[in-house]
């Protein structure tokens, strides 16, 4: 079967989504295709190693591509971290790189984030290829070329805009996701359609609970959207300077409740969104520019597939005021004033920056914070 490409217009940093099975096995023929790439360095980290790396490494070197590894680094949040990096950069230096090798990114977000930011630095900026193992990586963070690592100040405070040249999504990959991380990112394919496609979020509530239970082709379809989704947001606002922050529906809120649980496994980044982008519905309906029946759907939705919409469901205790003050200390406050993202009902997003933290702390408490 032939892959499905997305391809990402950004002048002479374009690029194509490849989507489908069975893409890894083949990934020589794709990375062969590329101009000026002579060499490969393949990252990767302990969960996906044993999985693909062989593949990768196998289907490269058949296609006549000159390509290492390094020894994979440890699997979560914790790698994006200046430690790692420091290690990352040095080993891929004693490698000897060139400006042609291109790093590549094999694994969930932690990895292309990481190997991102590296190859935007190393050298002053090295090609590099996302093969994303994850539903959040496969439909969000492989696309749009954000790289980073994390500050004792908080997430994603240290990186760099650096497109890839190619991502191969592999859906073969979901199979052996574990359900909460195929969950966490199931919660941003939702935002998708709640940003501006009402008639995929139609297509969700019904083929949802199929994917989420594994059928292949509702999700490879769920990539595709989702990708040309990012893709479009990202052609028209590569640097986030307007309409990129869209992508940001349910991050304020979830940003606040993730530090609220200390980044812990109370609560992933998936989980904390689903929540915000009921949050963020809830608070248009106290605005009246979204029905009460819309927020029926999405809960009921949430709670079809299996993500949370109450933070009754979370054994933490929460203080609406403090929430509400750490909505204030999220990268996107523009001028002291926070930026939200509503809706003006499902597939009907939009920015606002009239948000008061006394109006954030009373749709925290709706809650039950
Ligand atoms: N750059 C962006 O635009 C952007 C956007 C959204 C999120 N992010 C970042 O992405 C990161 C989260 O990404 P993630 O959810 O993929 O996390 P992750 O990379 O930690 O992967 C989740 C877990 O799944 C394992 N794993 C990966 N592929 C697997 C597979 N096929 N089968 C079984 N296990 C597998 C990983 O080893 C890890 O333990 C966060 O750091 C977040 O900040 C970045
Ligand atoms: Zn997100």
Same mark, same amino acid.
């Given at each position: 079967m032939n892959p499905t490409t997305v391809h990402v217009a950004l002048d002479a940093r374009s690029?194509?989504?490849?989507?489908?099975?069975?893409?890894?096995a083949r990934a020589g023929e794709q990375v062969a295709a590329l101009k000026g790439v002579r060499r490969l360095i393949v990252i990767t980290d302990t969960h996906v190693a044993p999985r693909y790396l062989e593949r990768v490494m196998n289907s490269l070197s058949a296609a006549g591509l000159q390509a290492e590894s390094l020894p994979p680094l440890p699997a979560g949040e914790g790698t994006k971290s200046f430690a790692q990096l420091e290690a990352l950069l040095e080993a891929i230096l004693e490698k000897q790189p060139e400006r042609g090798t291109a790093l590549v990114a094999l694994g969930g977000g932690v990895i292309g984030d990481l190997v991102g930011f590296a190859a935007s630095i190393v050298l002053r900026g090295v090609p590099f290829i996302q093969m994303p193992t994850t539903l959040l990586s496969q439909v969000d963070s492989s696309v749009g070329g954000k790289t980073a690592i994390n500050s004792r100040?908080?997430?994603n405070l240290i990186g760099s805009f650096h497109q890839p040249l190619l991502v191969l999504a592999d859906t073969d990959c979901l199979a052996p996701l574990p359900r @909460? $991380?195929? /969950?966490?990112?199931?919660?941003?394919?939702?935002?998708?359609?709640?940003?501006?496609?009402?008639?995929f979020f139609a297509w969700l509530e019904a083929h949802g609970p199929a994917l989420i239970e594994g059928d292949a082709?509702?999700?490879?379809?769920?990539?595709?959207?989702?990708?040309?989704?990012k893709a479009?947001?990202?052609e028209a606002d590569e640097k986030e300077s307007g309409k990129r922050a869209l992508l940001n529906l349910g991050h304020t809120f979830g940003h606040a409740l993730?530090?609220?649980?200390?980044?812990?496994?109370?609560?992933n980044h998936g989980e904390a969104v689903a929540l915000g982008c009921v949050m963020a519905l809830q608070m248009s309906v106290a605005r009246?520019?979204?029905? @009460? $029946?819309? /927020?029926?759907?999405?809960r009921h939705h949430f709670t079809e597939t299996g993500l949370l919409t109450h933070l009754s469901q979370i054994?933490?205790?929460?203080?609406?005021?403090a929430l509400a003050s750490y909505c204030k200390q999220d990268k996107k406050v523009k001028d002291g004033k926070l930026t939200f993202i509503l809706l003006r009902g499902i597939g009907h997003a939009f920015i606002t920056q009239d948000v008061t933290e006394a109006e954030a702390a009373a749709t925290f408490a709706e809650f039950g914070a």
């Open positions: 690029y194509d989504i490849l989507i489908g099975p069975g893409l890894l100040h908080g997430k @909460r $991380e195929l /969950l966490a990112g199931y919660a941003e394919v939702v935002k998708y359609g709640l940003i501006d496609q009402p008639e082709e509702a999700r490879r379809h769920a990539v595709e959207i989702s990708c040309r989704a479009r947001i990202v993730e530090k609220a649980t200390g980044y812990s496994d109370l609560l009246g520019l979204a029905t @009460r $029946e819309e /927020l029926h759907r999405l054994p933490h205790r929460f203080s609406a005021e």
